[in-house]
């Protein structure tokens, strides 16, 4: 297997919780000694503040922070051209469901035209270079729901039924269609719920962690039988990271936990490990869990085959559900700062102070 030589990594969206998670795991896990250039927006869900101990240690020496707009082909053509960019990885979006409901179009914007840009940056500079690769990150969601017993893989027919689903699935045709038509050098990945530490509290995970901590109400949609497939963050970093280095062009690869749980089965289970930390009866915070009205189009089940992975980048998930749970609620437990500050937005605050010229 050939191992691709990267240098100059643009990291769209790395101040978000995936995207600094990724940050994170080159700096800490891998021997790269090449550039990583963020460039993020910095919207509701980008915080800086992920980033502190990186941008302390590496700024200016490896890590490099552009704060821009994916959409903004100028602005991404001279970032482009400044760090001789020859490796993307494609983060950027607007990435909760509910809010794609209440609102579409930032999804439309970022998540279509933005990639449609970043794509027309790169057919533009990398003009013939084969020692180029621009990874697209993508969501089990864009395969729809699926039946019990049944799993989505990479040739799975596309039917998403959110905004945002529409929205990632549509961002992904073109990222194939510029592979087929352009011969741009593409991967794509495909993957299934993340949970860890710098995940913003409107996901599931933290939302529920942080009202067990402050006991208040546990929304739960619909019935609670609802099928998510989780997978510890740093696992999913991993993988785009041997995608990355050994991943074979115009391919699109599954990532998944291969742990499936009913929302109301792992809310229960937060309760209990939460109040076993505590020294509470297991059963204690379960009084808190209350059903509210469900999601609209909401997806019964996802669950991903993500054999090709295992197979062909010898990928594996190395966080068992526990352990990785344990870490993220002791995670939560011991930032306290950093979650009163995206709370109550004490951490934007700084922002428009920092970036009021731009
Ligand atoms: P996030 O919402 O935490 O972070 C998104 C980041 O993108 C933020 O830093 C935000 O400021 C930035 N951003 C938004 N619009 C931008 C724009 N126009 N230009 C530049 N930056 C912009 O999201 P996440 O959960 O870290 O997800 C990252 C990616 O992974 C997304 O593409 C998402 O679809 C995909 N994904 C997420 C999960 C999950 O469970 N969270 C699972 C599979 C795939
Ligand atoms: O599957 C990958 C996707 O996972 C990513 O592409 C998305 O970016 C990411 O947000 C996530 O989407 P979900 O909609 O699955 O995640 P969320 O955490 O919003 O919800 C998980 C499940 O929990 C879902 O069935 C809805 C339910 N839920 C969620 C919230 C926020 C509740 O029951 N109550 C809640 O308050």
Redesign the pocket.
Known sequence: MMKRKLKNILV??G?????SNFIHYIFKNTSFCGKIIN?????Y??NLENLNEINRRYSGKGYFFER????DFNEIKRIFQKYDIDTIVN?????HVDRSIFGPRDFVL?NII?TFTLLEVARENWKDREDVIFHH???DEVYGSIEDGAYFYEDTAYKPNSPYSAS?ASSDHLVRAYHKTYGLPLTVSN?S??YGPYQ?PEKLIPLMLLNIFEEKTLPVYGDGKNVRDWLYVEDHCRAIWEILNKGKEGETYNIGGENEWENIELVNFLCEKIGQLQGKDKDYYKKLITFVKDRPGHDRRYAINCDKIKRELRWRQIFDFEEGLDMTIRWYMNHQDWVDRVRSGEYRKWLEKNYKAR
């Open positions: 769209t969206g101040a978000g919780f995936i995207g460039i993020d927006k910095l919207t869900a980008g821009a707009d994916i959409c983060f950027a979006a607007e990435s970022t933005g990150i993508s969501t990632k993957c719920n993340n913003f």
